[in-house]
């Protein structure tokens, strides 16, 4: 049976930086990613989840922290399966983009 490549996002975080976590990486034989500094093109939240969540919020006046929770989990409860998906699909397209670009950001 072939095995899958697994592809990890290394997105410069702490503790996906450990040394621990990095020898489990190592241990698994997953390839990684690298996630160049300061990009926030290539942060599956930032360019696929975090857009749509701001227009959804817009105008609106939350007056609780636990206000603010129930708007932002009724909406991210209302986003569909596939939305997931495609943001993590549209993840290489902007990942060689960036490299094309030398590092500068993908959205302008």
Same mark, same amino acid.
């Given at each position: 049976m072939q095995k899958k490549k697994i592809i990890f996002h290394q997105d410069?975080?702490? *503790?996906?930086?450990s040394v621990l976590a990095m020898g489990?990486?190592?241990?698994?034989?997953?390839?990684?990613?690298?996630?160049p500094p300061s990009s926030p093109d290539l942060a599956p939240?930032?360019?696929?989840?975090?857009?749509k969540l701001q227009?959804?919020? *817009?105008?609106?006046?939350?007056s609780s922290n636990q206000e603010a929770i129930a708007?932002?989990?009724?909406?991210? *409860?209302?986003?569909t399966k596939n939305h997931y998906r495609?943001?993590?699909?549209?993840?290489?397209?902007?990942?060689n983009k960036c490299i094309?670009?030398?590092g500068d950001y993908v959205e302008k």
């Open positions: 410069n975080a702490t *503790a996906q930086k489990k990486l190592r241990d698994l034989h997953y390839e990684l990613l690298e996630h939240s930032d360019f696929c989840l975090f857009p227009l959804s919020l *817009a105008g609106q006046r939350l708007a932002v989990e009724g909406d991210f *409860a209302d986003l495609d943001g993590i699909m549209a993840l290489e397209h902007r990942w094309s670009l030398k």
